[in-house]
């Protein structure tokens, strides 16, 4: 699986901004999918995560309320709405992708695929 994630950009405080992440090689239908963040100098973190049908989503509590996740499984892409932004939600976006029983929905070691990262940039 190779997941290509778009959307990211420069923009202001209180703004929005839809990420995707596309997904080839083959169907992500039912695979779990999660967004995660890194910002400089910080480790990796969980952003959001939704299960192969969309049923289940998932949360960072800094993030709840704010951000959307959600999927389209006939188009193989998943989304990350982000609303409301602040200065500190700046950082490199990845999505990624797991088949099967996850250890943990909002662990990094527990996806096997990983896509290359957007930049989104949240000014003040």
């Known amino acids: 699986v190779q997941l290509q994630a778009s959307g990211g950009g420069l923009v202001q405080a209180g703004g929005s901004v839809r990420l995707s992440c596309a997904a080839s090689?083959?169907?992500?239908?039912?695979?779990?999918m999660g967004w995660f963040r890194q910002a400089p100098g910080k480790e990796r973190e969980f952003v959001a995560a939704i299960r192969w049908n969309g049923g289940f989503t998932y949360y960072a509590d800094s993030v709840k309320g704010r951000f959307t996740i959600s999927r389209d499984n006939a188009k193989n892409t998943v989304y990350l709405q982000m609303n409301s932004l602040k200065p500190e939600d700046t950082a490199v976006y990845y999505c990624a992708a797991s088949s099967g029983v996850l250890s943990s929905t909002r662990s990094p070691s527990a996806y096997k695929h990983w896509g290359p990262g957007t930049l989104v940039t949240v000014s003040s």
């Open positions: 090689g083959r169907t992500v239908s039912s695979y779990t």
